[in-house]
C-alpha cells in the first residue's frame, strides 16, 4: 500500500518492559509536550507475552502469533493513549501527517499496517522490526528504541546480541539510513526536552 513519506518524522518505540516502569507517565507526558514530529511506536508488552505462552499450548502456527503480537501492540497502543490522551492515535502516515501539521505526537496503531508489513512471521520478528520497518516505510530521519534496561554497545548488532532488540533488527538497520539509538527512559527525558526540539 502506498503511504506519504514523513522525512521530518522521529519515531520513538516504547519497549514494552516500560509498562511496569514507574517513569511510564512521565515519559509519555513529554513525548506529549514535545508534540511533531515524533511518531510513538508501542511494544507488546505483556499482552505480547500472554501469545508467546498461548502457542505451545494451542499449537499455533508462527503466522497466527505474529498477528496475534501485532494486535497485542495495538492492545498497548491503546493503553498509552489512555495513559496520555494528547498523543493522538493514527493508523497510516496520512494520520500522522495531519497529526503532525496540528502539532501533535503520534501513537501509531500498527494493526492494519503491521499486519500488512512485508517481514516475517517468527518470534525473531517483534516490535523493534515493526517500528524499524516503519521507519524505513516512512522515510523518517530518527528512530529511538526506549528500553527499561541499559544499553549494550552502540551496533544494532551489539543490542540484538544482548537481547535488548530482536533478532532481525540488524538485517532492516542495513537499510536505514537514519539516526538509530537505543535509551533508557533518562535518556529519553533528557532527548525529547519541553521545548519541542527533537533533533
Same mark, same amino acid.
Given at each position: 500500500?502506498?503511504?506519504? /513519506?514523513?522525512?521530518?518524522?522521529?519515531?520513538?518505540?516504547?519497549? $514494552?518492559?516500560?509498562? #511496569?516502569?514507574?517513569?511510564?507517565? &512521565?515519559?509519555?507526558?513529554?513525548?506529549?509536550e514535545t508534540g511533531a514530529p515524533l @511518531?510513538? @511506536?508501542? &511494544?507488546? $508488552?505483556?499482552l505480547a507475552d500472554a501469545v508467546r505462552d498461548l502457542q505451545p499450548r494451542l499449537s499455533l502456527s508462527d503466522r497466527a502469533c505474529h498477528h496475534m503480537a501485532i494486535l497485542a501492540m495495538e492492545s498497548f497502543a491503546l493503553a498509552l493513549g489512555d495513559l496520555e490522551p494528547r498523543l493522538l492515535p493514527c493508523t497510516d502516515a496520512a494520520a500522522m501527517a495531519r497529526a503532525h501539521a496540528a502539532g501533535r505526537a503520534a501513537l501509531?496503531?500498527?494493526?492494519?499496517?503491521?499486519?500488512a508489513a512485508d517481514l516475517p512471521a517468527s518470534w525473531n520478528v517483534t516490535?523493534?522490526?515493526? %517500528?524499524?520497518?516503519?521507519?524505513?516505510?516512512?522515510g523518517a530521519r530518527r528512530l529511538a528504541f526506549v528500553k527499561s534496561a541499559p544499553?549494550? $554497545?552502540? %551496533?544494532?548488532?551489539?543490542? #540484538? #546480541?544482548?537481547?535488548? @532488540?530482536? /533478532?532481525f533488527v540488524p538485517t532492516l538497520a542495513a537499510r536505514y539510513a537514519g539516526r538509530l539509538e537505543l535509551l533508557s527512559v533518562e535518556e529519553?527525558?533528557?532527548?525529547?526536552?519541553c521545548n519541542r526540539s527533537a533533533a
Open positions: 500500500m502506498h503511504q506519504t /513519506p514523513l522525512p521530518e518524522a522521529v519515531i520513538v518505540k516504547l519497549g $514494552g518492559s516500560l509498562a #511496569a516502569a514507574p517513569g511510564l507517565a &512521565g515519559l509519555l507526558a513529554r513525548l506529549a @511518531v510513538v @511506536v508501542p &511494544g507488546g $508488552g505483556p501509531w496503531l500498527p494493526a492494519e499496517m503491521g499486519r516490535s523493534d522490526s515493526l %517500528a524499524l520497518w516503519l521507519a524505513l516505510h516512512l544499553s549494550h $554497545g552502540t %551496533a544494532p548488532g551489539e543490542w #540484538a #546480541a544482548a537481547g535488548l @532488540v530482536d /533478532p529519553a527525558l533528557a532527548a525529547f526536552p
